[in-house]
């Protein structure tokens, strides 16, 4: 290959050109390439250039004599030009723009009055010219310490003759313009192999000849197929940003979409003498965003206390998107003042808004001013948008603390009956369902209105909503992953929350289609439940059916009917997603784990119900209490009142504390 080198001097701030001058033939097509520079009208700190190479003599050019060097390009040759610029240590500089331009002989260009850039006619202004190609982002870079390689795309044989067809002429010059913005006395260099112009045979040059896919998000993986990827150096996407990449062979390379991708040709650079080989377009995909329709919101304790939180869908709405919710506490507690929310919301195609109510609890505090947080987490299918944190006020109706309203001395019925709706369904009453359970608060047929009490508290766990939500969330954690470590129980009061939360969605019995959307609520939890990282480590997806229903009965700590075994095994189906949840939900449907499983799940909910807490929170710190309540209602053959248990929570003082003095 024959090369033609020189070298620049710059020595302040200000443009600096470097002028080509090359002649093709156009019968042979042969182009000659003459290189010169004027120093005519040059100001002190200009550009200086010395030739380092045959026929350039080391002199300084004239515009009457400019020193010269010559190189060939043949007919199979393609033209392509490399910078580099190496700047001295403790130095550095703004390099705002390095362009490459080919222009005719005599073009037609712009008043030198006019240009841009003080009074100077360059090539970039002409009105026929191939470029300018710029060789680095529009916005510039800085240059510290150290050599810095610059290269435009590749100029084709094929694209010089026919701008030179184009204008009836045999000779086009080059112009490489650098503009810089740096303070006077700046001193960088292009060294003796700093700026080249060369020919090389494409075919051993990096060629792209197909992407897959053609589009997608940052983050995500493309293959690229092509030829000569070996010598690979760099990937980049529209806007010349830099990808990390893996060379899987000659013939194929993977790239990762990166942050600040744009739509446009994905190129591959390979090679010392190579520039870019540019694919077929790339369409970067700008996922969704999802965040808090609003940043602040507010609560009141008036009844009926539900504050609406919306969160909305910015962006593509083609595809399914999730997103966690949480509440935390700020100057608001969640015990008293507002009902912990924590769960999942599911984004349908087409869908841009989802909403959900948080539930504010008329306590008996003055809680004016106090507030919580509510935060968004683990998008799936969209990113984080803003605000993805707000802020709930409280507007208070009490002026000072008064006593508690489920206290014996001050029992407020409707009160009472309100906070189980919220504490056991997570949602607030329906008019015919609230009157009735009031009037069996004082009406039960007992004279102890103690005990009707009693009987409508625990009505709430034994209700079919909470025994097919609550409960059911309790026994899918169980025959999924057993007890947690260490502990009794199979599930937190956290998870246990938002696993609720998300099974009794828009559920109410008999009302609506309760059935269907109950059926597919919990359709959709077991789905994403079998999804997640530490059940497919337990289970992966090499079980076959016999292993996969043996593990979670075994998890479950029940020996299975022979029937529920079979229904189970037939609930797998191809072992994909929905056959293993099918398989869960059969298991943890089944009789067996149900019987097994309700007494230690009616005791846990006490604790979850009436205290907000788990077992072994504060002030308990271990099980020794749920231990206790479960063997007197073993002890009392599962009879609740004669044990005593729901007695004994809704009239401790952490409960009634929970309201009032």
Request: charged share 15%; proline share 5%; aromatic share 10%.
């Amino acid at each position: 290959m024959q090369k033609t080198i020189f070298r620049l001097v710059l020595v302040f701030a200000g443009v600096v050109v470097l002028l080509f001058i090359f002649v093709v033939n156009k019968t042979q097509a042969i182009a000659r390439v003459v290189m010169s520079m004027s120093l005519s009208d040059r100001e002190t700190g200009d550009v200086i250039w010395t030739g380092s190479s045959t026929g350039a003599n080391g002199n300084v050019g004239t515009r009457a004599n400019p020193t010269l060097a010559e190189i060939g390009l043949t007919n199979a040759s393609d033209l392509r030009v490399k910078v580099e610029i190496n700047e001295p240590p403790g130095t550095q500089v703004q390099l705002q723009e390095l362009d490459l331009v080919i222009y005719p002989q005599n073009p037609t260009c712009v008043p030198a009055t006019s240009h841009p850039r003080g009074g100077q006619e360059f090539p970039d202004v002409c009105s026929t010219l191939l470029g300018p190609t710029s060789l680095i982002p529009v916005t510039g870079v800085t240059l510290g310490p150290g050599t810095h390689t610059f290269k435009p795309d590749l100029i084709t044989v094929n694209s010089l003759q026919n701008l030179i067809n184009s204008q009836g002429t045999s000779t086009l010059h080059i112009a490489l313009e650098a503009t810089i913005n740096g303070s006077t006395g700046f001193d960088a260099s292009l060294p003796a192999n700093g700026a080249e112009i060369f020919s090389a045979d494409s075919a051993n040059c990096a060629n792209i000849t197909g992407i897959s896919p053609s589009s997608g998000v940052v983050g995500s993986n493309v293959v690229i197929t092509g030829t000569n990827f070996s010598g690979t150096t760099s990937v980049k996407f529209q806007n010349n940003v830099a990808a990390s990449f893996v060379i899987n062979s000659n013939t194929q390379i993977t790239a990762v979409v990166p942050t600040g991708a744009t739509t446009g040709p994905i190129s591959v650079t390979g090679g010392a003498d190579c520039s870019a080989s540019q694919s077929s377009s790339f369409t970067v995909v700008v996922q969704p965003t999802l965040q808090f329709s609003s940043a602040t919101y507010v609560g009141s304790e008036d009844f009926p206390g539900v504050t609406s939180i919306t969160v909305t869908r910015s962006g593509s709405t083609t595809a399914d998107a999730f997103i966690d919710y949480s509440t935390s506490n700020v100057s608001a507690n969640d015990k008293s003042d507002y009902t912990t929310s924590n769960g999942r919301l599911h984004f349908s195609p087409g869908e841009s808004s989802k909403s959900f109510t948080i539930l504010i609890t008329n306590d008996a505090f003055n809680d004016d001013g106090e507030s919580f947080n509510i935060t968004l987490s683990n998008p799936v299918g969209a990113v984080l948008g803003t605000p993805d944190t707000a802020a709930v006020a409280i507007v208070d109706n009490d002026s000072t603390n008064g006593i508690s309203p489920v206290k014996e001395a001050n029992f407020n019925p409707e009160f009472f009956v309100r906070q189980h709706y919220s504490d056991f369904l997570n949602r607030e009453p329906d008019a015919p369902g609230l009157n009735f359970w009031i009037g069996q608060t004082s009406s039960c047929g007992n004279p102890d209105l103690r005990v009707c009490r009693i009987n409508v508290s625990a009505a709430f766990y034994l209700s079919i909503e909470f025994q097919q939500t609550g409960y059911l969330v309790y026994r899918l954690y169980k025959s999924a992953f057993g007890n947690l470590p260490g502990k009794p129980v199979p599930i937190t009061f956290r998870d246990f929350l938002a696993g609720t939360r998300q099974i009794g969605d828009g559920v109410q019995v008999n009302v609506g289609n309760w059935a269907q959307q109950l059926e597919s609520n919990k359709t959709a939890f077991a789905q994403e439940m079998v999804g997640r990282p530490e059940f497919v480590a337990i289970y992966p997806g090499t079980m076959t059916a016999s292993q996969f229903v043996d593990a979670l009965f075994t998890h479950g700590g029940v020996t299975p009917s022979t029937a529920e075994r079979q229904a189970a095994t037939a609930a797998f189906g191809s072992g994909n997603t929905a056959g293993r949840a099918a398989s869960l939900r059969s298991v943890a449907e089944s009789e067996t784990l149900e019987k097994a499983e309700f007494r230690k799940a009616f005791v846990l909910m006490q604790y979850f119900g009436y205290l907000r807490r788990n077992p072994d929170d504060p002030p308990d710190m271990n099980f020794n209490g749920w231990q206790f309540w479960l063997d007197k209602l073993n002890q009392s053959n599962g009879n609740f009142v004669q044990a005593e248990m729901v007695k004994a929570f809704i009239e401790s003082t952490e409960y009634v504390n929970r309201f009032g003095q």
